[in-house]
């Protein structure tokens, strides 16, 4: 087995120590060698605890609109069970918007990691190429089956926000006359260059995603290599300090710190106690409340003296969640189980139809059995019904839309680029 060279002089020294840790493999670009790299399997944790926590905001949004407004006006418990969740770390179960900066961040990390493990700059446009053909075939199969689904009055989140009070929040979704060119120009175009999402509401999240990969590639071709390249790195950041842009440079930063021979870096993850105190207070960090539209809705909570600058916690604690995860076994250990790695595969599916399913099937359960039987209760089948649902159609697009387009990715890569 060849033992590819450090390139330059400091990258993947660290890199090559831990490649020795795990027998993972990939072949070369130059001349095919097998080379082993790193398998970050807890990762597959991180997402998928991430698009859980976006899947339960969505889905609470909808039932039990006061965990994120703290009005007692829509509360659907009489000992306010909604204010003593939504205004305390308890909040967690419902941290959507911190899993999807967090999600941001590992993006920015894996699309930097390849180039810091080998110094090669074809990777970087290959990763930023195949990013497109590997996203847009599972958004186009959606939108079209949601212009299915608004065409045949399948959406009834308006009818259930009513008595739920979940207007604001789940009711003015989806509430206009669809088109199918429209809704095939925002899956093909639109969420990858100006976030348009008014067919699926999540898919404002991908003009990050691909993008965010084309300027990590960007900014690594042009300084990846030069000692300048730090400097670099907090002009962009600062340029981009009040976007969503910056998570995903924070992951690229990050790659920079894993995966060259800094010494400080493998000092701070050696002090196992730091790390464990890092990850806890990143997890606080997770639990502050989303602000959204609700400007005075803190008062009375434990965050009410903590300035509101909830984007730039969310990015940092996420930066640091990832960061001390790294360094603790068993938290890696946990995240990299099974369970995890399978649901990992269906994951990205599961972000694109859980929210059109709970607008249309769960609404119409909703509709259908409410005072029937206990609100709470019918909340609880309504959550049972909607993630099966969502798991058995998520398996499906990914079996025969997204696994197609990722080969579909790969030839059109060898093709154009070589």
């Known amino acids: 087995m060849k033992v590819r060279k450090c390139y330059p002089a400091s990258y993947g020294c660290l890199a090559e120590q831990k490649m020795k840790q795990n027998g993972a493999t990939?072949?070369?670009?130059?001349?095919?060698?097998?080379?082993?790299?790193?398998?970050?399997?807890?990762?597959?944790?991180?997402?998928?605890?991430?698009?859980?926590?976006?899947?339960?905001?969505?889905?609470?949004?909808?039932?039990?609109?006061?965990?994120?407004?703290?009005?007692?006006?829509?509360?659907?418990?009489?000992?306010?069970?909604?204010f003593l969740i939504g205004a305390t770390p308890l909040d967690l179960?419902?941290?959507?918007?911190?899993?999807?900066?967090?999600?941001?961040?590992?993006?920015?990390?894996?699309?930097?990691?390849?180039?810091?493990?080998?110094?090669?700059?074809?990777a970087l446009s290959e990763g930023a190429f195949k990013k497109y053909f590997r996203?847009?075939?599972?958004?186009?199969?959606?939108?079209?089956?949601?212009?299915?689904?608004?065409?045949?009055?399948?959406?009834?989140?308006?009818?259930?926000?009513?008595?739920?009070?979940?207007?604001?929040?789940?009711?003015?979704?989806?509430?206009?006359?669809?088109?199918?060119?429209?809704?095939?120009?925002?899956?093909?175009?639109?969420?990858?260059?100006?976030?348009?999402?008014?067919?699926?509401?999540?898919?404002?999240?991908?003009?990050?995603?691909?993008?965010?990969?084309?300027?990590?590639?960007?900014i690594l071709a042009l300084v990846g290599?030069?000692?300048?390249?730090?400097?670099?790195?907090?002009?962009?950041?600062?340029?981009?300090?009040?976007?969503?842009?910056?998570?995903?440079?924070?992951?690229?930063?990050?790659?920079?710190?894993?995966?060259?021979?800094?010494?400080w870096v493998e000092k701070l993850k050696s002090k196992k106690w730091l790390m464990w105190l890092l990850l806890v207070g990143c997890l606080l960090v997770a639990t502050y409340p989303p602000i959204g539209d609700y400007g005075n809705r803190l008062q009375g909570t434990i965050y009410a003296l903590i300035p509101a600058k909830v984007m730039i916690y969310y990015i940092f604690g996420g930066t640091g969640l990832l960061f001390a995860v790294s360094a603790l076994e068993p938290v890696k250990k946990f995240l990299s189980a099974k369970p995890f790695a399978w649901l990992s595969k269906i994951s990205y599916c599961f972000y694109l139809v859980h929210f059109p399913i709970i607008c249309t099937v769960t609404a119409s359960v909703f509709l259908a059995l409410y005072q029937k039987m206990n609100y709470h209760l019918l909340a609880v089948l309504c959550y049972v019904i909607t993630v099966?649902?969502?798991?058995?159609?998520?398996?499906?697009?990914?079996?025969?839309?997204?696994?197609?387009g990722i080969k579909m990715a790969e030839k059109l890569t060898k093709k154009l680029l070589s």
């Open 26 to 82: 990939r072949k070369d670009n130059a001349g095919g060698t097998m080379q082993k790299v790193e398998r970050l399997d807890y990762l597959n944790g991180l997402k998928v605890l991430s698009f859980i926590l976006v899947f339960n905001v969505h889905f609470l949004n909808a039932f039990y609109p006061g965990f994120y407004s703290l009005d007692p006006a829509v509360f659907h418990t009489s000992n306010q069970i909604e």
């Open 135 to 218: 996203l847009v075939l599972p958004v186009v199969a959606v939108n079209v089956l949601i212009v299915v689904a608004m065409y045949a009055g399948l959406y009834r989140n308006s009818e259930m926000a009513v008595i739920a009070d979940s207007v604001d929040l789940f009711g003015n979704y989806n509430q206009f006359q669809p088109s199918i060119f429209a809704a095939l120009k925002e899956a093909m175009f639109g969420c990858f260059i100006t976030g348009a999402n008014s067919y699926n509401g999540p898919l404002w999240f991908l003009e990050y995603e691909f993008l965010g990969t084309l300027m990590v590639a960007a």
């Open 225 to 263: 290599k030069k000692k300048a390249r730090f400097l670099v790195y907090a002009v962009v950041c600062v340029i981009f300090v009040r976007t969503d842009f910056l998570a995903v440079l924070m992951g690229m930063i990050l790659a920079e710190l894993f995966y060259h021979d800094y010494k």
């Open 388 to 404: 099966v649902v969502a798991l058995t159609m998520s398996w499906l697009l990914t079996r025969f839309v997204e696994k197609p």
């Open 93 to 122: 179960i419902i941290a959507g918007k911190f899993s999807v900066k967090l999600f941001m961040i590992m993006s920015g990390f894996l699309a930097a990691r390849r180039f810091f493990l080998t110094g090669d700059e074809k």
